[in-house]
């Protein structure tokens, strides 16, 4: 059993979990994510590290509320233990550059600070950009200072640093002729796909995009998590979760995420009743 020895409610539909997990906690490095069960009966979650304690042996999850599982994960708090807790999965981002931009979008940017910071650890220049929708749903913002050189947020509503979205600030760079040796993006696919062809117009040498795709077993065997990367099919759990954004097929990718989104709300809606059902009980 795992147990969770730090909670951190950012919002009413994001929330941090800090679990004691000596072994992941010594290997997981950033990019790289964990499979979890909240009990016996849950189904199986991949989610980001969000950040590893070696010297604690706890490692540190973000995620967001948006179905039965996240829900039933949610009502966990501190003392309480995971039934499950396997990793660390996929391959590690390569901390390869000088200048980078690291750009996370929505709950992305969980994903995107450790790398973020392990960027700025390794004495690299790191230009942060990070997209909500509005200034309550704002998470990270100090972690993000204190790992950059430069952190631009932004919000859809303009509640929140720059008004719209992430590639404003980053064509506005481009445009006035910054170099980037890479940009790391991760978030939405479509934000993804627009931040590629915002690259690709100004020719910036690499850019990744992490990938989380359908995901169920993590070891490449279920075939749930593929994508088309470069015209070759490619497993997000082994393979990735960072690719060549310039090679992947984001419209395929957007097309195969919603195959479940009807099916989560009801799971999800049928959760809410059942935990209400017990409390008036």
Do not use: W
């Not at 996370?104 to 700025?120: D, M, N, R, T």
């Not at 200034?135 to 640093?161: M, R």
């Not at 020719?203 to 070891?219: A, F, L, Q, Y």
């Not at 070759?232 to 419209?251: M, S």
């Amino acid at each position: 059993m795992y147990k969770i020895v730090r909670k951190r409610v950012f919002n009413p539909t994001e929330t941090e979990l800090e679990i004691e997990a000596p072994l992941i906690a010594k290997k997981g490095k950033p990019g790289q994510f964990i499979i979890l069960r909240a009990d016996a009966t849950s189904e199986r979650i991949p989610l980001t590290i969000g950040g590893t304690d070696p010297v604690k042996g706890t490692v540190s999850i973000i995620f967001q509320i948006v179905g039965a599982s996240t829900f039933k994960l949610n009502q966990l708090n501190e003392g309480d233990s995971l039934h499950d807790f396997v990793g660390p999965l996929g391959r590690p981002t390569e901390i390869t550059g000088d200048n980078v931009c690291v750009i996370g979008g929505g709950l992305g940017v969980a994903i995107a600070y450790p790398i973020a910071k392990a960027f700025h650890d390794a004495g690299k220049h790191v230009t942060s950009i990070a997209g909500f929708r509005n200034k309550d749903l704002v998470i990270l913002s100090d972690e993000f200072n204190a790992s950059s050189d430069k952190f631009i947020p932004c919000s859809d509503d303009g509640s929140y640093g720059v008004k719209g979205v992430v590639t404003l600030p980053l064509e506005e760079m481009l445009k006035s002729g910054v170099h980037f040796d890479k940009v790391i993006c991760i978030g939405p696919v479509i934000m993804m796909k627009f931040v590629t062809l915002t690259c690709k117009k100004y020719n910036v040498p690499e850019c990744v995009c992490s990938m989380n795709p359908i995901m169920i077993d993590g070891t490449g065997m279920c075939g749930c998590c593929r994508l088309t990367v470069g015209g070759k099919t490619k497993f997000a759990c082994v393979d990735g979760p960072d690719f060549n954004a310039y090679e992947v097929d984001f419209d395929e990718a957007m097309s195969r995420g919603t195959m479940y989104k009807a099916f989560e709300k009801k799971a999800y809606d049928e959760a809410k009743c059942n935990l209400f059902k017990k409390e008036a009980e």
